[in-house]
């Protein structure tokens, strides 16, 4: 774990550095990808501005709403998103309530829209899970796995799980965020449809998502499942109905 770095008398803290790395690959990619879908780069940057405030917002709050017990009694870390601490469900609908707005107003495919982001998303994800592995939050659970992981001192993993050897959930999201990527690259090469690409992001994080709750540590269960599966299994069924309901009209 490495939650701080040290540039001369300078502390920059790992998780908002790959936060930031992840931020500005999303943007990239979203470029490379929207000049095929005839989106101007001037159009993903305006965007890029509104999503990275309320995407921020949103998984800071599915977080802090996850863990209203702890913030009650320590409201002034709600805003201390530095030292980690975020959903990344929470931001993907806030982030994608903006873009639906915005490609409103502004008068843009929103399925070309979200089609030319979903590359850039997956490996942000990717890179952002990094972060969380140096920060040592997004742990797993106890393990007898020969890589299980003890984090120090300090970290929020250690706090729950003093001394264990625990799932490095991170790393196994920051590669599978890798894979894809790799995926929805190859997919855009042979794109047949608007829509097709985020459609397959949604699927496979959902599915990705839902599984991996089994092995990361989560304070919270209702019904035996975690808020972040209740979540993606929701986003999954809406994805789906959505998905046949379209090939129906088009039949």
Same mark, same amino acid.
Request: overall charge positive; aromatic content about 36%.
């Given at each position: 774990m490495l939650p701080t770095i040290t540039l001369g008398n300078l502390p920059i803290h790992t998780f908002g550095l790959f936060f930031g790395l992840a931020y500005l690959t999303a943007i990239g990619l979203t470029i490379y990808f929207g000049r095929q879908e005839k989106i101007l780069p001037d159009q993903v940057l305006d965007l890029a501005i509104y999503v990275i405030i309320f995407s921020v917002i949103g998984a800071r709050?599915?977080?802090? @709403?996850?863990?209203?017990?702890? *913030?009650?009694?320590n409201p002034w870390e709600i805003v201390m998103v530095q030292n980690g601490g975020i959903v990344y469900l929470g931001g993907l609908l806030a982030g994608f309530l903006t873009v639906v707005v915005y490609s409103k107003l502004k008068n843009i495919n929103l399925l070309k829209m979200l089609d030319s982001m979903a590359p850039g998303l997956a490996l942000a994800y990717a890179i952002g899970r990094l972060g969380c592995f140096f920060n040592g939050c997004c742990f797993g659970l106890p393990t007898t796995l020969p890589w299980g992981i003890v984090f120090p001192k300090g970290s929020l993993a250690d706090f729950y799980c003093p001394e264990q050897h625990l799932h490095p959930t991170?790393?196994?999201a920051a590669g599978l965020g890798l894979l894809a990527f790799i995926g929805l690259a190859l997919i855009y090469r042979r794109k047949s449809f608007d829509g097709q690409i985020i459609y397959w992001w949604i699927i496979?994080?959902?599915?990705?998502?839902?599984? @991996?709750? *089994?092995?990361? *540590? %989560?304070p @919270?269960?209702? =019904?035996?499942?975690?808020? %972040?599966?209740?979540? =993606? =299994?929701l986003i999954l069924g809406a994805t789906l109905a959505g998905a046949y309901y379209f090939r129906r009209q088009r039949v």
């Open positions: 709050l599915f977080y802090v @709403i996850g863990l209203w017990h702890y *913030f009650w009694q991170q790393l196994y496979y994080y959902t599915l990705y998502r839902f599984v @991996i709750e *089994f092995f990361r *540590f %989560s @919270i269960h209702w =019904a035996g499942l975690t808020p %972040s599966q209740w979540l =993606a =299994a």
